[in-house]
């Protein structure tokens, strides 16, 4: 019996392993995509409606954000699980228990679909772990040469449960400075990926939600008075962001040896002179603290995956004119920690 | 890491640093010592750790740092720079660069804009992968832009060694490397020269060896002490300048001597001579210095970019900044310039000295100590 | 000038066009560092490296001499 594949003309049921601009349509290609890859994965999917209901009865916090990672597909995750971690920390930094996200999907005709595949159960990895829903979403193609293979929209809503939320406002001067974990490895991770650098051990990205993490703490009764999290820009670009938001902006200082990092991260880092400090995390948050309960906050943060290097790594020392973010050198003398300015580039001089 | 947290030991250096100030309290007692000492390090690298490890500020203001000219991203000539923007866009071309250049702005645009344009302008960590990306790419043409100094050059001789072993025809190099020695003599041949001691570069030394500052120290009188880029290893390159100094010699000293040996790296230096030539080269806020530059030989010229591709013209009008000039011979400050952290900052640089991590401008930019504003 | 760092050569092989090595640094461990200049360099020994290529064997006993001087 010869393998007998009867393949129809028709471009709805062509058996393709490719994205085409057919499921971006709206038709049966669509539908098929929704129920066969994306109602699977995601159980409570509302597919009936438009949008998605939800009661809302207290404070709401809701949050949107894109991903155009580059590689898609790096060590320790791919562009799904970022865009699921990405929205749930989000939320999570405002103190609110994340609920319900959206999902919408750009992709490029040619993608192939088993990449889709990947991307999507990555995703529902993701959503399990950080215990969320995916309720709504929305799928469009675009022609090829016109998409970056795929882009990925989340938003998200959740309930604050904190009992005032957190915001820069809220620091004190004398509050202690905590990392949730080890920091740097999503961009070396990146880094690594994109430009062929291999070692040994392989550093994978810290990308992951931080939800329970931030929800611990409050069950612990610390109520962290500012939190935000670690991305673009490193635990510099952080600090320096909440320096300055604050309405009277303040000088923050860290000490450099306390900030944890990986031996391979830092290795690394030293081999292509860049600064830790300046390269993204993605599943990290810096919070302020209430001195008395600034370890506790790291107690109670090392128990988590991911979490095991929690540290206190400075603390608000003033109100400043214009927001100032400081390290104590080697030597004692006092420098500046800067924002990073473009893209942190490897160097050889 | 071994090697590193040795010589980054804050009691070790604390410790050195005990030993300076008693060496300048002695200094001290000689009248015809004239004080502050003025120490000018070469390396771009050094001025880094420095000041990012605040060896400025711990050690007395009897002791004063001027920055040298060890960047070599800051001194390549912008019509270099230029001309690597063309080669770029030439077609079928992968242009390979270190990340230090990839943000250095020409006379219109820098390599991300150009990438974003279509280029191919990939970044590499050695020259040599750039030999094994045209070795994959047959059928395209790879450029290395080759900047950097002595150490940096001999993984550049390295690669063309690759290149000739794998027989890969599509490669070649835009050749901007410098020599150290010759721009420390325009330095300290200035009558306006105010240098006491010089902190020469270990990593340059490493290759080279010693010999080349002989008659350097000869001519100028004044001690030459190889150093590392570690801040214990600094410091003890600044006790080591500074005893001499008080003891009134003027020697070649090698304070890096777990690394450097006096006659350098012979692998390397015949490598570099098989393949390379002393040539003229213009510094940026310099000049033309003679020998100052790497070249490729004669008979190695089928690896030269700029004879491959000899009818690419790329001389732009040049916008001058004499300040560059000033900080990069260490006349001036970084924070003398009119246009420092103003018009010229690390968010919007003009000048190379900040667009490069190496310049002294940038390390001043981010390592400027809390409320001193010289 | 010259970003170089020491690493401890963990492995080395001979039959590729030039002898190269894997290196670690301080817990990354990189490989494709070249021995070219440092063709009696062993394993276990420390080396310094930029961009890519090995520029000397470290001296053991003359960095302990220089610390042991400096403490």
């Not at chain 1, 001067?173 to 974990?181: A, E, H, M, Q, W």
């Not at chain 3, 090995?54 to 006993?61: F, T």
Request: charged content about 20%; glycine content about 8%; aromatic content about 8%.
């Amino acid at each position: 019996m010869t393998d007998f594949n009867l393949e129809c003309p028709v471009t709805g049921y062509a058996n393709t392993d490719v994205i085409t601009l057919s499921h971006g349509s709206g038709g049966e290609s669509t539908q098929r995509l929704i129920m066969n890859m994306f109602a699977k994965a995601f159980p409570n999917l509302q597919t009936d409606t438009d949008g998605a209901g939800i009661l809302c009865g207290r404070t709401m916090a809701f949050t949107t954000d894109s991903f155009v990672v580059d590689p898609i597909f790096f060590p320790g995750g791919d562009i799904g699980s970022l865009s699921v971690h990405g929205t749930v920390n989000d939320l999570a930094m405002m103190g609110a228990k994340p609920l319900y996200l959206s999902v919408a999907f750009i992709l490029e005709e040619g993608f192939l679909l088993k990449d889709l595949q990947t991307i999507v159960t990555s995703m529902s990895a993701a959503v399990k772990e950080a215990g969320v829903s995916i309720v709504t979403g929305d799928t469009k193609v675009v022609e090829k040469g016109h998409g970056h293979g795929i882009y990925i929209n989340t938003s998200g809503i959740g309930m604050v449960l904190a009992p005032v939320a957190p915001n820069p406002d809220r620091i004190h001067v004398g509050d202690k400075v905590i990392i949730s974990g080890d920091v740097a490895r999503h961009g070396m991770a990146i880094m690594s990926a994109r430009n062929g650098i291999e070692i040994d051990p392989p550093i994978f990205s810290d990308s992951a939600s931080i939800n329970r993490s931030v929800m611990s703490l409050y069950d612990a009764g610390i109520h962290p008075y500012c939190m935000r999290d670690v991305t673009r820009g490193g635990v510099s670009a952080a600090l320096n962001e909440i320096a300055r938001a604050r309405s009277t902006p303040i000088h923050i200082r860290i000490s450099e040896e306390s900030v944890p990092v990986e031996d391979n991260v830092r290795g690394l880092a030293e081999l292509l002179g860049v600064d830790p400090l300046h390269i993204a995390s993605e599943g990290r948050f810096i919070l302020f603290a209430e001195p008395t309960l600034a370890k506790k906050a790291v107690n109670t943060l090392r128990k988590f995956p991911g979490g095991e290097k929690a540290a206190i790594i400075g603390e608000v020392v003033a109100e400043h004119t214009s927001g100032l973010v400081t390290a104590k050198s080697l030597l004692g003398s006092e420098k500046i920690i800067y924002m990073p300015a473009g893209e942190i580039l490897p160097r050889i001089c | 890491m071994k090697y590193v947290t040795e010589f980054r030991d804050k009691e070790v250096a604390k410790g050195v640093i005990g030993e300076i100030q008693r060496t300048i309290l002695e200094i001290k007692q000689n009248p015809n010592i004239k004080l502050p000492i003025r120490l000018m390090e070469i390396c771009g690298g050094q001025t880094h750790s420095i000041l990012q490890y605040g060896i400025h500020t711990a050690l007395p203001s009897d002791v004063e740092f001027i920055h040298g000219p060890g960047c070599p991203v800051c001194v390549t000539p912008i019509s270099t720079i230029d001309l690597a923007l063309e080669l770029a866009k030439q077609p079928n071309v992968i242009f390979t660069s270190v990340g230090d250049m990839l943000r250095v702005p020409g006379s219109d645009e820098n390599m991300f804009e150009a990438r974003a344009k279509g280029a191919d302008i990939r970044w590499v960590y050695s020259p040599i992968e750039a030999v094994e990306i045209a070795n994959e790419n047959p059928s395209k043409e790879i450029i290395f832009f080759a900047i950097g100094f002595e150490t940096t050059t001999s993984p550049i001789a390295a690669a063309i060694y690759l290149a000739e072993k794998l027989k890969v025809k599509n490669f070649s190099i835009l050749t901007a490397m410098v020599r150290v020695p010759p721009a420390l003599e325009v330095i300290l041949s200035d009558e306006e020269c105010e240098v006491d001691g010089v902190l020469a570069a270990g990593h340059v030394c490493t290759v080279m060896g010693s010999e080349e500052y002989e008659p350097l120290v000869e001519k100028y009188g004044i001690p030459i002490v190889i150093t590392g880029f570690q801040p214990v290893e600094i410091l003890g390159g600044v006790l080591a300048c500074l005893q001499q100094i008080r003891d009134g010699r003027a020697v070649v000293e090698n304070a890096y001597d777990w690394v450097v040996e006096k006659e350098g790296n012979p692998f390397a230096q015949e490598l570099i001579h098989t393949y390379f030539e002393f040539i003229d080269r213009t510094w940026r806020g310099i000049g033309n210095i003679p020998h100052s530059g790497f070249g490729l030989r004669k008979e190695y010229r089928h690896f030269d970019a700029e004879e491959k591709w000899k009818n690419i013209n790329a001389v732009k009008e040049p916008k001058p900044n004499k300040y560059c000039g000033l900080v990069l011979t260490g006349k001036t400050k970084p924070t003398q310039c009119p246009f420092f952290g103003k018009e010229c900052s690390q968010e919007h640089p003009i000048g190379a000295l900040m667009v490069s991590s190496e310049g002294a401008c940038a390390a001043y930019y981010l390592y400027k100590d809390v409320g001193v504003n010289e | 000038m010259c970003l170089a760092i020491p690493g401890k050569i963990v492995e080395i092989s001979e039959n590729t066009p030039m002898r190269m090595a894997k290196v670690n640094f301080g817990g990354a461990v990189k490989s494709e560092i070249s021995l070219l200049f440092c063709p009696l360099a062993k394993i276990n020994d420390y080396c310094l490296v930029h961009a890519g290529i090995a520029l000397e064997v470290i001296k053991e006993d003359r960095a302990r001499e220089a610390l042991f001087l400096y403490r």
